[in-house]
């Protein structure tokens, strides 16, 4: 079964740009004879290293994504330590596969419900519920009538009204 990857690797910075391509041409070459397939390949370029690798401080990076079976990932990676223009290479599976809705990660029946068949509302759900009531709505003009029992002159003292404390 192929499966998808993505190959990224970094070339030594000391070669010219036709080795450099002749490099990435090798490599792919390895990918379709263990019986897989490059379906993209892309040269970063020259760039700085977070790290110093094999006394080189920069290097050209590449992308490739590519098709392989898994049982000829090992031999792939083998290839690529042994190709002394290769200092550094990583694959990883390119896409996430999501477990089917009744089984766990190993393939088992699940045994304990999920949270809606438990009845244990989602993080949805609870936001949106509150506490429920009518709405109040905003008058639309401001009541312009002024009280000459509550206007106060600046420096004069407000005195509680009688039975207030």
């Not at 599976?93 to 244990?120: F, I, K, N």
Request: hydrophobic fraction near 35%; aromatic fraction near 6%; avoid cysteine.
């Amino acid at each position: 079964m192929l499966r998808e990857y993505e190959l990224f690797y970094i070339i030594r910075p000391d070669l010219d740009d036709e080795q450099v391509r002749t490099t990435m041409d090798e490599i792919a070459e390895v990918v379709a004879a263990d019986g897989g397939a490059v379906a993209k390949s892309s040269l970063w370029g020259r760039r700085r290293l977070a790290y110093q690798i094999a006394g080189f401080t920069d290097g050209y990076y590449v992308l490739k994504e590519i098709s392989l079976p898994g049982e000829n990932l090992r031999e792939l990676e083998r290839q690529l330590r042994l190709d002394e223009r290769v200092i550094r290479s990583l694959i990883t599976l390119s896409q996430v596969y999501y477990l089917p809705e009744d089984e766990d990660r190993r393939g088992r029946p699940r045994t304990r419900p999920r949270r809606a068949e438990a009845g244990v509302p989602g993080d949805d759900q609870v936001a949106d519920e509150g506490v429920e009531g009518p709405e109040e709505e905003a008058p639309d003009e401001l009541d312009e009538t002024v009280d000459a029992d509550l206007a106060v002159e600046p420096g004069q003292a407000v005195e509680p009204d009688e039975g207030e404390e």
